[in-house]
Each structure stands twice: as C-alpha cells, then as structure tokens.
C-alpha cells in the first residue's frame, strides 16, 4: 500500500535540499566586484581559488595579519576602485562574504575577519557551517584615527590606556555601557562572562559569571530593559569573545540569539 505520508516527507526534503544548495551557490559565487572568502581547516581560498595554508599561514602565525590574504584583498580591492572609478559609482558599495567551517577555531576566524578589515572590507555577510539560507551580518569598528576628538569610543580607549585626563574617563564611564560577552573553556562545559559598567562611574565595570546560557540570556533582557541604561550610547552594541582554540559552532548559536536582542555584535580577540 502506497504510504502518502512517507512520499510527501520525502518531497518535502528534497525541495528544503534543493533550496539549500542554491543558497550555498548564490552565497559563494562571487559577481563582478565581490569577494567570497572560504575557509577551513586545511586551506582557504579567495573567489575560488587557494591561496595558501590554513596551519601555517593563519593557525600557526602570531601576527593577526594573514600576508598572503591582505596582499590578494588589497590587489583586488585597488582594481575595484579604479573600476568604480571609472563608472562613477562609490567604491564602497563592494560586496564581500565570508563562509567558515564550523570546526574551525575562533582565534582563525578572528584573523581572518581582521585582514578583511585591514583591507578595506568592513561590511559583509559571513556564514558559520552550512546555514547558508541565514547569513549573518558583520560591521567592523574602524581604525581609531589619532586625530580623532570629541568623547567617542576611540578617545576614550586612548584616555584609558594612558590613565589620563580625568573629566574625560567621567564622562567616558557615563556615555558608554561597554557591554560584553566571554564564553572560555572550563573543564567538559564552558563558562560564560558578561561585563559591563552599569555604574557608570570609573572603573565601575561589573563581571557576571554563569555556567548555564539560559542564565546568560535572563541577565541580557534585565539589561535591555533598565531605565538608567537607556540612554548610553554603545546600549544596542556587544562585543562577543570566544576562547582562542575554542570551535565557532559555538558562536553561532550566540550571535543568532543577540542578533534577536537587537544588538550590533563584533568580536575581540581573547588575551
């Protein structure tokens, strides 16, 4: 007897396949004037075409600067202008994308969107396994420019490195939450970090530290809903921070969530 349900679960898979594969196509072919960067374990490529070695150039580098990679960017990114140059089109509407292998660790995803934004590519989509039909978007913070003034985030870093210039820390600690979130290795599990100045006095910065996420996410809506928080300038932006050898299928999932918090997420680099 012929079995209707099995039939249409079985069409029904093969339609979700076939949707699949043609946003994995889209997203990793590159138009005239992108860039696709992939990325795995073994090697990655710029567009298709590899450029080198993931353990030795990326992996078993202490510079946060992939050579090999910045020097293709930039070749590309100057043809790219001269390009938009010649059309009269702003040469910042490139596109560039990048896909990673979930088992990748963090501190290689971490390199590689730094030579991005070395570059010049500061916006782009990046995608974290094969979830290809929800790309995730990515903004960079510009170089701070040592001409820069006024209380912004880039004179308050400069102010807290030298310890110097009191009315402007004040000021600093009451503009900005400077929210973040760390996930590190502890023992089988993780623990997870959130830190923020909710004081905003000097040095006012609190540390939370849970083992349970769903903890995590219970403290980041109180957050989001304190009064006194409302008006800091950085209150929609989080910096997100994995373990170094830490996998980046555990980013994902992080990301996705804040994403739904309405919070602009960029990462550091795990000192």
Not at 18 to 25: F, L, N, Q, V, Y
Not at 50 to 70: A, E, Q, R, W, Y
Not at 120 to 135: A, D, H, K, M, W
Not at 173 to 194: D, H, M, Q, T, W
Request: glycine residues 6%; charged residues 25%.
């Amino acid at each position: 007897m012929f079995n209707f349900s099995r039939a249409f679960l079985l069409f029904l898979s093969l339609i979700l396949l076939a949707a699949c594969d043609s946003a994995e196509k889209d997203f990793m072919t590159p138009k005239q004037g992108e860039i696709v960067i992939d990325v795995n374990n073994d090697e990655y490529s710029l567009n298709g075409n590899v450029i080198g070695k993931t353990i030795t150039d990326i992996s078993n580098s202490d510079d946060l600067l992939i050579l090999p990679l910045d020097n293709q960017l930039k070749a590309m990114r100057r043809a790219y202008q001269k390009e938009a140059l010649r059309k009269g089109i702003s040469a910042d509407e490139s596109n560039a994308r990048l896909h990673v292998d979930e088992n990748l660790s963090y501190d290689v995803f971490y390199k590689v969107m730094t030579s991005m934004g070395i570059s010049g590519y500061l916006t782009f989509q990046y995608v974290i396994g094969s979830n290809f039909r929800e790309p995730l978007d990515m903004k960079l913070p510009e170089r701070c420019s040592p001409l820069s003034s006024g209380i912004n985030s880039c004179t308050c870093q400069r102010a807290k490195l030298r310890k110097q210039n009191t009315e402007l820390l004040k000021e600093c600690a009451r503009k900005f939450i400077e929210l973040f979130l760390a996930i590190k290795p502890n023992g089988n599990g993780v623990s997870y970090l959130v830190g923020l100045n909710e004081s905003g006095l000097i040095d006012g910065q609190k540390i939370y530290t849970y083992e349970n996420i769903d903890d995590v996410w219970k403290l980041i809506e109180d957050i989001r809903l304190r009064r006194n928080l409302q008006d800091k300038e950085d209150r929609n932006q989080i910096i997100v921070v994995l373990g170094k050898d830490m996998l980046v299928k555990n980013l994902a999932p992080v990301v996705k969530k804040l994403k739904i918090f309405g919070y602009k997420v960029n990462f550091a680099n795990f000192e």
